[in-house]
């Protein structure tokens, strides 16, 4: 018969190594798009039920949901494309992955071997376009090398700095009939022997941060992503209690300590937290704790927290010394660093810090009292951004997941999410890719069914992947969609405003009736506009068993405070402009 | 021209961290600058990379695979390093190559490219020899133009600085000359006098001298 999928009992071809080698990493779920050359491999998945295969709507989409995937699970994402336009479509995706040292195994197809390099139909040198941007790359042109490949791949993927590793198949080494076994893991290892990531800090390293840390007197953590990819939060909860340091996060950082613990201060940088940013201008011991300087926390190095020594704790080595000068690099893995240096350090009393901490106390409330809408409401009775977005967080109780997009609203979540756990805050740090949100929210919804998930975007990036609600619809992902809607590209209205003395090219956006366009896929949809609309609308989404969309119309020219222009150091924050109501 | 050992430059304001071979794992031992604090105004911070470059000469181990020279030349771009030379070819194992790479910057900067470089999986060893007393040559061919009038004017430089011809047209002799960059650049201003029709050079290549070798990672398998 025709249609009738082939017995197990065929022969063994390269598709089925990989699908094999996917299953025994203990992949359960591929993020992929089909195309002429993957057609071998489409045709055996349906044999290997154990790998779900979620058909995307754009690959760039599967990128990211592999990404929002691993982010919440701490396991290896799993993206699929064809050959040229779909592998090219994946790039961004790949790039974002890397920024975000986020552990990823992106797969693509290419032509068969003789016709590599012929510019045949659908050929591109995908493996030179991910070369800069993946911590390792393969081009398979046998089906006896996929095994190890494959295992080499996930090994390198989540070993150390997490990061993508792509590898590109030839159609005809997928067709290719094979024996080749799967390896075991010191066969793996010792194919490798230049890749031998540090997890243990050097004790020398340890006991001269531990002196550090026992004479510093206004000492800051500086908690970043490493914290969460290593899975370090109870360590950094722990060493923060025993010394009474207060702990600051970067974007990525966020949820690596409860908001709400004592010991919590905030979130860093360009958009952080005005005394967040004081305390670490005013700091003479910063401890850096898998976080990289990026010039988004730091603003002006020469200008950064100059009365400070600093302690950097990271797995990658090429980052310590790279940002800024250091004066003590622990290279490890961040937890297993914390485990060490915690029994090291003196333990503390908040008594033993009262002066600093009622400074510190007193810095809090102020600038939090400057940049928050309790009322709901900007200027003229208008939405305010931060209302919602913080009505989002309480609503689940601060346990969903919240899912940013990139602009305003990426910072507005950063700032008024509230978040408690780890992983229940995702974004796009470090490329800042506008569309993540969407496609993310998918994969993290997939990854952690028993959280709700929502996406927070602006109107900007929902427009630019929005085309994955058909995705959502066809294999029931109930991620919630939140789009605040200024109809604006808000960032970029924000700096032509501030910087280009409201200069306003090319920053107004339409968009659709997103209350139709929800409809026309059979997603139920919602919309506030006022304040106290706000509520039932984010209820009415959380009671539908399956996706849904809240349409928030906000203010259309509110701005994110504070700020901290480019070229400037993070003690040049500007708080507010043209009225205190910002 | 005979072996003549180079001894690196050493700057005198390099941080001294005593080790100029990066390890990859780079827990190296931190000298403690006096604490800042307020006492020490106008503060600002150093930024990393910034300070008095010199000249480096890297080796880096990698294996001997396709792609690779790509991935470390690919690797030197996008970190916006530039690098002024680089040879390549495989050494006493045909599965592992080595790379001589030199180029100027900072003990800082030239750390984190080779830090960098220990990020590629095929790199299994990167080592500053700056400092180490070694062996350094390239060669070159420098096809001269050279008539009957100058021919012996030509052979006559050559010779004194341990040149070779190796092969003889009417109007053009192509010299062979091994040797440091600057050997090299001495021979070449030289014969430039007569005019060079064409020429090529390998880039520099370095062993160091004595007994010790460049160990790498899964060495003598
Ligand atoms: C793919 C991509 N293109 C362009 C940008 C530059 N950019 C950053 S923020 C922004 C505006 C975002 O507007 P919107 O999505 O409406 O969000 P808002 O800032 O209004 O919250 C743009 C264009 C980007 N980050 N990513």
């Not at chain 1, 203990?26 to 154990?50: K, R, S």
């Not at chain 1, 398979?140 to 989540?158: G, K, S």
């Not at chain 1, 025993?242 to 949820?255: A, C, D, E």
């Not at chain 2, 002799?173 to 050997?183: F, K, N, R, S």
Request: hydrophobic content about 40%.
């Amino acid at each position: 018969m025709l249609h009738e999928s082939k017995p197990r009992g065929r022969t063994r071809i390269g598709a089925d190594v990989l699908c094999e080698g996917l299953r025994r990493q203990g992949v359960d779920v591929i993020f992929g798009y089909p195309g002429g050359v993957l057609l071998p491999l489409y045709d055996v998945l349906g044999d290997y039920p154990e790998l779900r295969h979620v058909l995307v709507r754009h690959e760039q989409g599967a990128a990211h949901a592999a990404d929002g995937y691993a982010r919440v699970t701490g396991r290896v994402g799993v993206c699929l494309a064809t050959s040229g336009p779909g592998a090219t479509n994946l790039v961004t995706g790949i790039a974002n992955a890397m920024l975000d040292s986020i552990p990823m195994v992106a797969i693509t197809g290419n032509v068969a071997a003789a016709l590599l390099g012929k510019d045949a139909f659908q050929e591109i040198d995908i493996t030179g376009i991910t070369l800069p941007m993946t911590k390792h790359n393969y081009l398979v042109r046998d089906a006896n090398e996929l095994p190890h490949v494959i295992a080499e791949a996930f090994h390198i993927a989540q070993t150390g700095r997490p990061g993508p590793v792509h590898i590109d198949i030839t159609k005809d080494a997928l067709q290719q009939e094979t024996q080749a076994p799967h390896p075991d893991a010191e066969t793996v290892l010792a194919a490798i022997p230049g890749f031998r990531p540090t997890f243990e800090g050097h004790p020398r390293q340890l006991r001269l941060a531990a002196k550090l840390i026992d004479e510093a007197r206004r000492p800051v953590i500086l908690a970043g992503h490493g914290i969460l990819l290593s899975g370090a939060w109870d360590q950094l909860r722990e060493f923060a209690e025993k010394t009474q340091i207060p702990v600051t996060h970067t974007l990525l950082g966020i949820g690596a300590m409860d908001e709400t613990h004592p010991l919590s201060y905030g979130y860093m940088g360009m958009h952080g937290w005005k005394h967040v940013n004081r305390a670490i201008q005013s700091s003479d011991l910063l401890i850096a704790l898998g976080m990289r300087f990026d010039d988004r926390v730091t603003g002006k190095v020469s200008a950064y927290a100059t009365g400070a020594r600093i302690i950097h704790v990271d797995i990658d080595p090429a980052e310590i010394g790279k940002n800024v000068s250091v004066d003590v690099p622990i290279v490890g893995d961040v937890g297993r660093v914390l485990d060490a240096l915690t029994p090291l350090v003196a333990a503390r009393q908040p008594e033993d810090r009262a002066g600093y901490f009622a400074e510190l106390a007193d810095w809090r409330r102020g600038s939090e009292a400057r940049s928050w809408h309790g009322s709901g409401a900007w200027r003229d009775g208008l939405l305010s951004a931060d209302y919602v977005v913080e009505q989002i967080g309480a609503a689940a109780d601060h346990d969903a997941t919240l899912v940013a997009d990139v602009g305003q609203n990426q910072m507005w979540v950063a700032r008024y999410g509230g978040f408690r756990r780890p992983h229940s805050h995702l974004s796009s740090g470090g490329l800042g890719t506008m569309g993540y949100a969407l496609p993310a929210a998918m994969g993290a919804a997939v990854g952690r069914p028993d959280k709700e998930t929502w996406a927070i975007c602006g109107d900007g990036g929902f427009q630019m992947t929005m085309q994955q609600l058909g995705t959502l619809v066809q294999e029931h992902i109930p991620v919630k969609i939140a789009i605040l809607d200024n109809t604006k590209l808000g960032m970029i209205r924000q700096w032509q405003e501030l910087i280009y003395s409201g200069n306003y090219h090319s920053s107004h956006l339409m968009g659709p009736d997103y209350l139709k366009l929800a409809e026309a896929y059979g997603i139920a949809a919602f919309r506030a506009t006022t304040p106290d609309e706000v509520p039932a609308a984010i209820e009415a989404a959380r009671a539908i068993d399956g996706p849904a969309l809240v349409h928030f119309r906000i203010a259309d020219e509110q701005n994110v405070f504070p700020f901290m222009p480019a070229g400037k150091g993070l003690s040049d924050l500007i708080e507010e402009w043209g009225g205190a109501d910002e | 021209m005979t072996d003549q050992a180079t001894t690196g430059r050493r700057s005198t304001d390099q941080a001294t961290t005593g080790r100029r071979s990066t390890d990859q794992a780079m827990n190296r031992p931190a000298t403690i600058p006096a604490a800042t604090g307020q006492a020490a105004a106008p503060a600002t911070r150093e930024i990393p990379g910034t300070g008095a470059g010199h000249r480096h000469v890297l080796v880096a181990v990698v294996n001997n695979r396709p792609g690779v020279l790509n991935r470390v030349a690919s690797l030197m771009r996008a970190r916006n390093f530039n690098i002024d030379s680089l040879a390549v070819g495989h050494t006493e194992r045909p599965d592992v190559s080595r790379m001589t790479i030199t180029l100027h910057g900072d003990d800082v900067a030239v750390e984190q490219v080779a830090k960098q470089l220990y990020k590629l999986i095929d790199v299994l060893k990167v080592q500053d020899v700056s400092d180490e007393p070694r062996i350094e040559h390239e060669l070159a061919l420098i096809k001269v133009r050279a008539t009957n009038s100058t021919r012996a004017e030509v052979l006559k430089i050559v010779e004194l600085y341990k040149g070779r011809v190796v092969d003889v047209a009417a109007d053009s002799v192509i010299v062979e000359a091994t040797g440091t960059e600057d050997e090299i650049d001495a021979l070449v201003a030289l014969v430039g006098g007569f005019g060079i029709r064409e020429m090529v050079r390998t880039g520099t290549t370095v062993m160091v001298r004595g007994p010790q070798v460049v160990e790498y990672e899964g060495a003598g398998k």
